[in-house]
Each structure stands twice: as C-alpha cells, then as structure tokens.
C-alpha cells in the first residue's frame, strides 16, 4: 500500500491524498460504509460500486467469525471472493464489539474471553488470533486488537489499557510479520490510538503507535459521547506522521466528518448513515429530514438533486414516506442509498474544496446548512 498527500489546504489540517491497495485506489478523504457482515444492509455491491462509486468498504472481523466463519470464507477465497467485491476491504479487528459486550466478557493479559451474542457461547480472542481471522478474512487493511476504553473512564484505568493495547499492539505486529496473506494480494497492518480524553495519554499512545512503523495509523476510542472529539482528534493528528494515512475510527454526524478533516484525518466509517435511513432520517444538501413526518406527504420533489444519481433524482419524498411509513423494504434500501450518497458526496466535496485551498470557506459555508432539520 502506498499514500500519496496530493495537496495541504493552506489555512487547516486538511489534505487530499490517494491511497493505492492492490484492489483499487482511494482518494482521500473518504467515507467507507460500513458492510459489517460482507454486506451493506440493503444494497447491492453493484449500487455500491457503480451507482454510489464508493472505493472501498469495511466489514467486521468479530461478526464474520460468528457468520459465516472462518471455514466457509477459507473455501470461498475469502471475502472479496464471497461477497463479489473486486475494490478494497478494511476490516476492524473486533476489539470494538468485544468491548460491547462488556457483562459478557474478561479481559487479561492473554487477550478476551467472551461469549457471543448469538448463542452465548464462550470465544477467545488474543492479539495473535485476531490476526489470523484477518489473514482468512483477507482484508486490504487490517486493524490491530485494542481494548476500546468505556467513556466515561478514569485516568489511571485509561493508562492501563493503553498500555496492555500497546502491548498487544506488539503481538500483533509479530505475528503479521511471521505470516502471509492468502489470496494473492497483499495486506496491511494498522495499530490504534487509545487514550481516553486525556492529553498527555492520547500523545504518548500516538507516539508509541507511530514508533511501530505501519502503513497506516486508527484513531479509536472517540465516538463516545465525551464532547471532546474534536480536540481529541487534533491532539492525535498533531503527533502521527504526516505522510500515512489517518483512520478516525465510528466517526459519524457530517458536522463530525468536516472538523475532524480540518484537524488532518483521511479516513471514517460510521453506521449512521444506512441505520439512521432505516429509521427515515434522511440526510440531504439542505440538511436533515425525518421522512416519517406528515409534511412530506404530498411533496412530490425528488429526494436531493444536488446529489444526482438515479435514487436521490427518481424518488419523491412523497413516495419515500409512502414506502417508510408502510415499512415497505424498498423504503429503507432508498433511504440508506440516499443517505450513503450523501457521505460519499461530503467527502468528495470537501477533497475538491482542499485541492481549490477553498476547504475552510466552504466548511463554513456548507455546516450551517446541513445542520439543519428541516
């Protein structure tokens, strides 16, 4: 894998790069839906790819292991092969769904014994194994195994869980380099920042994460609703190497997305967009709609022109709190097309506003608009 920083906006953080995978080339910055199970809920890899251009999506190593498993993705050539997705895959370690699990598992120095959500059955998860999950997975990037701290969490309890994720960081690290990817092309480690929202935590798990030497750096353990994200963000950015790309991991609203590139992150992933859809929040260019509402009943205007594409031109917003209202499933596959061609727009917007050095005047231009519920 190699990143390229194609242009530094003058007046923020903010750059535009290109990220080449054996699978593709990502231009950054960039939104990845997420596909937790080797599928976005709803849509066809072919409106995700054609339709929507999204180039790379990311899938969950803790959900694939319960299903389908490990034996069924091995015989399929793993999960681009089984899905049909020819563009990049990330795939998160898992860490963050152990971590949910929180009256369900125990954490040690070994690694985590949990029992899944399914069937209750008991699971152990070490540095080591959750690599090799990722190796059968065979995932374009792969994230290292951390514990994602609880928000609120006390200082001394930050400390220590960033020092036993560091030292996983350094198992995973091992066993990576003594490995091989599977499927003919080539793969990617990146570690991950924890902290809490404590300064001097954030800074010294930066440091010690860009000593490692990876591709590329995640930022974890910030989509808690702490208030702090974007001061957290900047902490991180101000100390990881400049030239590998920047992962802000579960990161969320648009508002979220646009401060945080201005503080230098390249990368997001959010389940907000596809389940906030099905639920009938929509997001548009001219800020949020709740589809449900009676208001739209008889408006017979496409769902977002600016957007383009067949979904956000074709369908009224009449017909949408018709489909939703009735929960009809064509109402949530339209909903959550629109609302991922909304993120994908946001980031292409805000790429073609640092490459213009306009990215600051546009920001403020563009939040005070799609903060509105309309």
Not at 224 to 236: D, I, R, S
Request: with cysteine; charged share 20%.
């Amino acid at each position: 894998m190699t990143f390229n920083i194609v242009h530094q906006e003058r007046h923020t953080k903010a750059r535009a790069g290109l990220l080449s995978t054996d699978h593709g080339v990502i231009p950054t910055p960039i939104f990845m839906p997420v596909g937790t199970l080797g599928t976005v809920k709803g849509v066809h890899q072919r409106e995700l790819s054609d339709d929507l251009e999204a180039p790379i999506i990311l899938s969950n190593t803790y959900h694939l292991y319960l299903r389908p498993g490990m034996e069924v993705l091995s015989q399929a050539g793993g999960l681009h092969a089984f899905m049909g997705w020819d563009l990049p895959i990330l795939t998160d370690s898992g860490g963050y769904q152990v971590y949910s699990l929180a009256q369900r598992r125990t954490i040690s120095e070994e690694g985590v014994v949990f029992h899944d959500h399914l069937q209750g059955s008991r699971h152990l998860f070490t540095p080591e194994r959750a690599i090799d999950l990722q190796r059968t997975i065979g995932a374009d990037i792969i994230m290292a195994f951390d514990e994602c701290t609880p928000a609120p969490c006390t200082y001394d309890y930050a400390k220590t869980s960033m020092a036993l994720t560091h030292r996983w960081l350094a198992r995973c690290c091992e066993r990576f380099a003594s490995t091989e990817a599977l499927y003919g092309h080539r793969q990617v480690l990146f570690p991950i920042v924890q902290g809490s929202v404590y300064k001097d935590l954030r800074q010294k798990s930066a440091e010690a994460i860009a000593s490692v030497d990876c591709a590329g750096h995640g930022i974890g353990g910030v989509c808690h609703p702490t208030g702090q994200l974007y001061e957290v963000t900047g902490w991180v950015c101000d100390v990881l190497p400049k030239e590998k790309p920047r992962y802000l991991m579960g990161v969320g609203t648009p508002q979220d997305i646009i401060e945080c590139i201005a503080c230098g992150v390249d990368m997001f992933d959010c389940v907000m967009p596809a389940r906030n859809g099905r639920n009938g929040m929509l997001f548009t260019t001219e800020g949020t709609i709740n589809i449900k509402n009676s208001k739209w009943k008889y408006e017979f205007k496409s769902l977002d022109p600016v957007l383009g594409g067949y979904v956000s031109t074709h369908y009224t917003k009449a017909y949408l709190h018709h489909l939703i209202r009735a929960n009809e499933r064509l109402g949530a596959q339209v909903a959550t097309l629109q609302n991922l061609g909304f993120y994908l727009w946001l980031v292409r917007e805000a790429r073609k506003h640092i490459l213009e050095d306009r990215f600051e005047e546009w920001k403020d231009e563009v939040l005070p608009r799609l903060m509105r519920r309309i």
